[in-house]
């Protein structure tokens, strides 16, 4: 799946008004085409992530809007806006789709650090990783 960036300029030009940056650049991820947006809030970071995924051989797409914040060790993440439509009809509904990002972008920035989920444990917490243990011997 291919969409051309371009076609949803007013998603980024409305992201971008409100103080968000691309995070990477947009592509597929996992079988979805994402295109990553962050913000530095404080000790928070923002997030707000445009998905769209195949949703049958009709061409029909699975739009998201996804939320998130991240600090330290705690994470959150809330799908915020979904919708279906023809991958031909996606540039027709780019305007639609940045007034919904603006209301994520709202969202997202009212997400506290309470909102955060502990990060699971690295394996390097739990002990693994690390050198073995030298024994003597006796």
Same mark, same amino acid.
């Given at each position: 799946?291919?969409?051309?960036?371009?076609?949803?300029?007013?998603?980024?030009?409305?992201?971008?008004?409100?103080?968000?940056?691309?995070?990477?650049?947009?592509?597929?991820?996992?079988?979805?085409?994402?295109?990553?947006?962050?913000?530095? %809030? @404080?000790? #928070?970071?923002?997030?707000?992530?445009? =998905? &769209?995924?195949? +949703? *049958?051989?009709?061409?029909?797409?699975?739009?998201?809007?996804?939320?998130?914040?991240?600090?330290?060790?705690?994470?959150?993440?809330?799908?915020?806006?979904?919708?279906?439509?023809?991958?031909?009809?996606?540039?027709?509904? %780019? @305007?639609? #789709?940045?007034?919904?990002?603006?209301? =994520? &972008?709202?969202? +997202? *920035?009212?997400?506290?650090?309470?909102?955060?989920?502990?990060?699971?444990?690295?394996?390097?917490?739990?002990?693994?990783?690390?050198?073995?243990?030298?024994?003597?011997?006796?």
């Amino acid at each position: 799946m291919t969409i051309e960036p371009a076609s949803l300029k007013p998603l980024l030009d409305t992201l971008e008004g409100l103080g968000y940056a691309q995070f990477s650049a947009p592509g597929d991820r996992h079988g979805s085409w994402e295109w990553p947006f962050y913000k530095k %809030a @404080g000790a #928070l970071t923002l997030f707000v992530i445009f =998905a &769209a995924t195949p +949703a *049958g051989r009709d061409g029909t797409l699975a739009t998201e809007l996804w939320i998130g914040a991240q600090a330290d060790r705690g994470f959150v993440r809330k799908l915020v806006h979904s919708q279906e439509t023809r991958g031909e009809e996606l540039a027709g509904i %780019a @305007g639609d #789709l940045a007034r919904h990002a603006e209301k =994520a &972008a709202r969202q +997202a *920035g009212s997400l506290r650090p309470s909102d955060l989920t502990a990060s699971p444990l690295t394996p390097r917490d739990r002990g693994m990783g690390k050198p073995p243990r030298r024994f003597a011997r006796g």
